[in-house]
């Protein structure tokens, strides 16, 4: 069955750095475009970036613009999300996603299960 | 701050209709853009619910329903259950922002 397993999250300092990975399985993963979203503690869900499948385009969310990075590696069925620059309004619940549908038409499905990321002195 | 509007919250005893609203503009709902909807169980990620407006993946009950007619959106709950106890949100695309969520909305079965 279709699989996205989160890892990488954790405490770390304002201004630190911190790389998240999601492993993807059972489906063939360089077809799709992924993405990261995250919820803040007790908020809403908020997009934060997504990849095309080729890696050639990539689109992010203005809140985290120039401090984030988004990456995959279709050998390893693999998608990433390098965060620099962290502040404490960084702190939330990172899922990756498959996206379906396409251009201006995507949702997000499936989700996996998230890693928290909290940015704290 | 998203650019959809949905309630905090609605509310329904086993059995009713409820519905959810996703108010959104010319730049996103209104410009045309589809509407998708998911469910967050409680401690859980998010699930795709409705998709391309009124679309349903396979496995949801079709006790789920979708519309969008000009700049809002709607997910209708027949038939409410108690494992419908959720939060809700709409998704679609802005054409200033990409991606944006809704607001979120939390179903209480009374």
């Known amino acids: 069955q279709v699989q996205l397993v989160e890892s990488g999250g954790g405490l770390v300092k304002p201004g630190g750095s911190l790389r998240l990975s999601c492993a993807a399985s059972?489906?063939?993963?360089?077809?799709?475009?992924m993405s990261w979203i995250r919820q803040a503690p007790g908020k809403g869900l908020e997009w934060v970036s997504y990849i095309s499948s080729s890696s050639s385009y990539t689109n992010y969310a203005d809140s985290v613009k120039g401090r984030f990075t988004i990456s995959r590696d279709n050998a390893k069925n693999s998608l990433y999300l390098q965060m620099n620059s962290l502040r404490a309004e960084d702190t939330a619940v990172y899922y990756c996603?498959?996206?379906?549908?396409?251009?201006?038409?995507?949702?997000?499905?499936?989700w996996g299960q998230g890693t928290l990321v909290t940015v704290s002195s | 701050q998203s650019v959809l509007t949905q309630p905090p919250s609605v509310s329904g005893a086993p059995g009713q209709r409820v519905t959810i609203s996703c108010t959104g503009s010319s730049s996103n709902i209104g410009a045309g853009y589809d509407v998708h909807w998911y469910q967050q169980l409680p401690g859980t990620a998010p699930k795709l619910l409705i998709y391309g407006n009124s679309n349903r993946p396979s496995g949801v009950p079709d006790r789920f329903s979708g519309s969008k007619s000009g700049t809002s959106a709607s997910l209708a709950i027949t038939g409410l259950q108690a494992e419908d106890e959720a939060d809700y949100y709409c998704?679609?695309?802005?054409?200033?922002?990409?991606?944006?969520f809704g607001t979120g909305t939390k179903v209480t079965v009374l």
């Open positions: 996603a498959r996206v379906g549908g396409g251009v201006t038409v995507n949702w997000f499905d499936p």
């Open positions: 998704q679609s695309y802005d054409s200033s922002l990409s991606e944006v």
């Open positions: 059972g489906f063939t993963f360089s077809d799709y475009y």
